[in-house]
């Protein structure tokens, strides 16, 4: 019986060591197993758009500093933003976010948070897993594609209280953007770009296709493209035309 009882009380020791190590080196774990168990896309990096070959007889239009080119039948609308070809529509839209600066409430209903969370519980998080917090005046670090790119399934496993909370609503962000669209690192010399496909289609009965620009030497502001109704081979072909002046 006595022996019985030392062999528990062992047992027991090594699981209550086993349980402070998690509990002091990781944290996390339990969260770790539940989004690795839970989300398809958590662990999912972007890859590189692969740019084709752009006709010669696509004409070139220029929107602030973002060059596209587009076949001949586009013409400008009432705007230089929108180029059209019949439903088929282009849009460039230019944005600047340096009114958004030091802003918080602002800053955190444009990357479509919950009040749940102050600015500086999102702070608290970036610091935690060593990831530089993003900027209105560094858009490219931008949330969704930190999310899209950047978070994995790891980043929580040191992670403690409120820190851990945001890595979960931000790994619930991550699953829902990859279910509604994929995308792809844009090649852009000169600034970072992303490139988006609407998995929605049968929801709007046309193509939907989205690339966001954030030059290197333009501050706080990005840009915004939008094409719609095109073939996928034109959109391609287009998206492969981007250059910045």
């Known amino acids: 019986?006595?022996?019985?009882?030392?062999?528990?009380?062992?047992?027991?020791?090594?699981?209550?060591?086993?349980?402070?190590?998690?509990?002091i080196f990781c944290p996390g774990l339990f969260t770790y197993i539940s989004v690795k168990h839970k989300y398809e896309h958590i662990d999912d990096r972007l890859s590189t758009f692969a740019a084709v070959q752009v006709p010669s007889d696509f004409v070139t239009y220029t929107v602030g500093s973002v060059k596209?080119?587009?076949?001949?039948?586009?013409?400008?609308?009432?705007?230089?933003?929108?180029?059209?070809?019949?439903d088929k529509v282009v849009m460039i839209m230019d944005f600047d976010n340096a009114e958004l600066a030091g802003l918080s409430s602002e800053l955190l209903k444009n990357w479509g948070m919950e009040d749940e969370f102050s600015e500086s519980d999102y702070r608290s998080y970036?610091?935690?897993?060593?990831?530089?917090?993003?900027?209105?005046?560094?858009?490219?670090?931008?949330i969704l594609w930190y999310e899209k790119d950047v978070l994995t399934s790891k980043d929580c496993l040191k992670l403690r209280?409120?820190?851990?909370?945001?890595?979960?609503?931000?790994?619930?962000?991550?699953?829902?953007?990859?279910?509604?669209?994929?995308?792809?690192?844009?090649?852009?010399?000169?600034?970072?770009?992303?490139?988006?496909?609407?998995?929605?289609?049968?929801l709007v009965n046309y193509a939907y296709w989205t690339a966001t620009i954030y030059p290197d030497n333009s501050g706080a502001v990005y840009y915004t493209l939008m094409i719609r109704g095109e073939s996928d081979e034109v959109t391609k072909q287009m998206l492969s035309s981007i250059e910045l002046k």
């Open 161 to 202: 209280g409120r820190d851990r909370k945001v890595f979960k609503t931000l790994a619930d962000n991550k699953e829902e953007a990859y279910k509604m669209e994929d995308s792809w690192k844009l090649p852009l010399s000169g600034g970072t770009a992303y490139a988006s496909q609407s998995r929605e289609n049968d």
């Open 1 to 23: 019986m006595k022996k019985a009882l030392t062999i528990g009380g062992i047992v027991l020791g090594i699981l209550l060591v086993g349980w402070l190590a998690i509990v």
């Open 126 to 142: 970036f610091k935690a897993v060593g990831a530089e917090y993003p900027s209105v005046y560094k858009p490219s670090a931008d």
């Open 68 to 86: 596209i080119s587009v076949p001949s039948s586009y013409s400008q609308g009432s705007t230089e933003h929108i180029l059209r070809d019949g």
